[in-house]
């Protein structure tokens, strides 16, 4: 992983470490965020931190699993990451869903938060 820009590491790192807490217990997202945070999921926006992780706590699933099937990252001029994925979701015993989700990440007090966020499900035909 060493050859690659660093922009490409950190969000690589994010990427991982999101989906794992989101698939683990997704109530701990909120080290991830800061108060300033957007978020919007399936055209639903919300703002700040607690909003968010309360946001992504009451989606109507007890289980699931996320893989990812690429993701790709940018330095933007303003030093932040911007982060898109591409992927795959099982939550609970429904169908396979593909996915698609942007990150903007910034480095905050050491380390690196999402400030903005996007997520929607490749539905088609709806």
């Not at 080290?31 to 957007?38: G, N, T």
């Not at 990812?68 to 001029?77: A, G, M, Y």
């Not at 698609?100 to 050491?110: A, C, R």
């Amino acid at each position: 992983m060493g050859d690659k820009p660093i922009w490409e590491q950190i969000g690589s790192s994010f990427v991982q470490h999101y989906y794992h807490i989101f698939d683990t217990d997704r109530t701990q997202l909120g080290s991830l965020y800061i108060d300033a945070s957007c978020l919007t999921w399936e055209g639903q926006q919300c703002q700040g931190k607690t909003a968010i992780v309360e946001k992504l706590s009451s989606l109507p699933f007890q289980k699931i699993q996320h893989s990812i099937t690429s993701q790709d990252h940018q330095p933007t001029p303003d030093s932040c990451i911007l982060s898109m994925v591409v992927g795959q979701l099982k939550a609970d015993d429904d169908q396979v869903l593909g996915f698609h989700q942007t990150f903007l990440l910034k480095s905050f007090q050491g380390a690196w938060v999402c400030t903005n966020e996007v997520f929607r499900l490749a539905l088609h035909n709806v």
